[in-house]
């Protein structure tokens, strides 16, 4: 009995190739495919397992056994072909079903056709590098829902030394610290008296309009 889960890379672009080698590089079983023969031959040396078909036929996702993965993942540039795969893998009662949209008419028209799950690879690269440019101390960042963002930043500074009820960044900014990584160990709901040491990663919760404030002042 399998205990690792399956997946399956359709479309082998930047981000396509970078998901397989990573997922193969964890430890993962992983089946990269693209219908450019020449492209999948010049890859057959970085991934165990990568085919040439066209996502859009469905004898040749049965063949390749599509149904049986876990995951699979749609990172065509191609829109039809990315939204016949996402509904094949439907057809084929693939439990989850990743695609990666290049703009919200497609990722809606994807959702309809049976994606379970979107991402907007391109435009998340632009935004981590936006956020890289504009706050110099962000080492990270995840969206939450709407403006919401947890920010993971290195201690600016000014505040080394300050311990979390004299920095009073919920009152300064509206901004809350969640957690502290500091000297390898994570710190999960800091206590009010934990001094900020250099080097500290901090996790911090708020809308993204508050981090431009903390930014400016630091």
Same mark, same amino acid.
């Given at each position: +009995?399998?205990?690792?889960?399956?997946? %399956?890379?359709?479309?082998?672009?930047?981000?396509?190739?970078?998901? &397989?080698?990573?997922?193969?590089?964890?430890?993962?079983?992983?089946?990269?495919?693209?219908?450019?023969?020449?492209?999948?031959?010049?890859?057959?040396?970085?991934?165990?397992?990568?085919?040439?078909?066209? +996502?859009?036929?469905?004898?040749? +996702?049965?063949?390749?056994?599509?149904?049986?993965?876990?995951?699979? *993942?749609?990172?065509?540039?191609?829109?039809?072909?990315?939204? +016949?795969? =996402?509904?094949?893998?439907?057809?084929?009662?693939?439990?989850?079903?990743?695609?990666?949209? !290049?703009? @919200?008419?497609?990722?809606?028209?994807?959702?309809?056709?049976? $994606?379970?799950? *979107?991402? !907007?690879?391109?435009?998340?690269? &632009?935004?981590?590098?936006?956020?890289?440019?504009?706050?110099?101390? =962000?080492?990270?960042?995840?969206?939450? $829902?709407?403006?919401?963002?947890?920010?993971?930043?290195?201690?600016?500074?000014?505040?080394?030394?300050?311990?979390?009820? @004299?920095?009073?960044?919920?009152?300064?900014?509206?901004?809350?610290?969640? $957690? *502290?990584?500091? %000297?390898?160990?994570?710190?999960?709901?800091?206590?009010?008296?934990?001094?900020? &040491? @250099?080097?500290?990663?901090?996790? *911090?919760?708020?809308?993204?309009?508050?981090?431009?404030?903390?930014?400016?002042? !630091?």
């Amino acid at each position: +009995m399998r205990n690792k889960r399956q997946f %399956a890379v359709l479309g082998l672009g930047r981000f396509g190739v970078s998901a &397989a080698m990573t997922l193969e590089n964890m430890g993962y079983e992983v089946l990269a495919v693209d219908m450019d023969t020449n492209l999948v031959s010049s890859l057959t040396e970085k991934l165990s397992q990568v085919v040439s078909f066209d +996502m859009r036929d469905a004898r040749a +996702m049965d063949q390749a056994g599509i149904g049986s993965f876990d995951t699979v *993942i749609i990172a065509t540039k191609n829109l039809e072909a990315s939204l +016949m795969a =996402a509904m094949l893998c439907k057809e084929r009662q693939v439990p989850e079903i990743v695609v990666n949209a !290049f703009d @919200e008419r497609h990722a809606e028209m994807a959702r309809r056709l049976g $994606a379970t799950k *979107i991402i !907007f690879s391109e435009r998340d690269m &632009a935004r981590r590098t936006v956020m890289h440019l504009v706050s110099p101390n =962000a080492v990270d960042y995840i969206d939450l $829902a709407g403006s919401i963002k947890i920010v993971n930043v290195t201690t600016p500074k000014r505040l080394v030394g300050k311990n979390l009820v @004299e920095a009073d960044l919920r009152r300064h900014y509206n901004l809350v610290v969640v $957690a *502290i990584r500091h %000297a390898g160990e994570m710190i999960v709901t800091p206590s009010p008296d934990y001094r900020f &040491a @250099e080097g500290d990663n901090l996790f *911090i919760i708020g809308k993204e309009s508050s981090f431009v404030e903390f930014e400016q002042d !630091f």
